[in-house]
Nanobody, 127 residues
Framework: QVRLVESGGGSVQAGGSLRLSCAAS????????MAWFRKAPGKEREGVAS???????KYAGSVKGRFTISGDSAKTALFLQMSSLTPEDSAMYYC?????????????????????WGQGTQVTVSS
């Protein structure tokens, strides 16, 4: 089992920045990719960015160039630096981890391919 706890959400004006953190504990050595997802009211959950064991990353087109995902090699911490935020970025942001034996594709941005989830942290961007 892996436990994920997000922090760092909040309210910010358009154009501002926020840094989200995710603390992972438990059997983190048995994970492949870690990722950030977000869900806004009335919208489906969306993959934002992912990172795998060797540090390779993948981003959704809507955030490329504005968001940066990073983490440690032990996969005990995952971060999302968000800049140039817009109201469209407002959502609950979730940290997720992929179990090595589940068969999910590395760097996937599909929620169905992740096994462990945090409770989320709210990001609100005002215009």
């Amino acid at each position: 089992q892996v436990r994920l706890v997000e922090s760092g959400g909040g309210s910010v004006q358009a154009g501002g920045s926020l840094r989200l953190s995710c603390a992972a504990s438990g059997n983190t050595g048995n994970t492949v990719s870690m990722a950030w997802f977000r869900k806004a009211p009335g919208k489906e959950r969306e993959g934002v960015a992912s990172r795998e064991s060797f540090g390779y990353t993948k981003y959704a087109g809507s955030v490329k160039g504005r968001f940066t995902i990073s983490g440690d090699s032990a996969k005990t911490a995952l971060f999302l630096q968000m800049s140039s935020l817009t109201p469209e970025d407002s959502a609950m942001y979730y940290c997720a981890a992929q179990r090595r034996t589940s068969g999910g594709r590395a760097l996937s941005l599909m929620s169905a391919e992740y096994d462990y989830w945090g409770q989320g942290t709210q990001v609100t961007v005002s215009s």
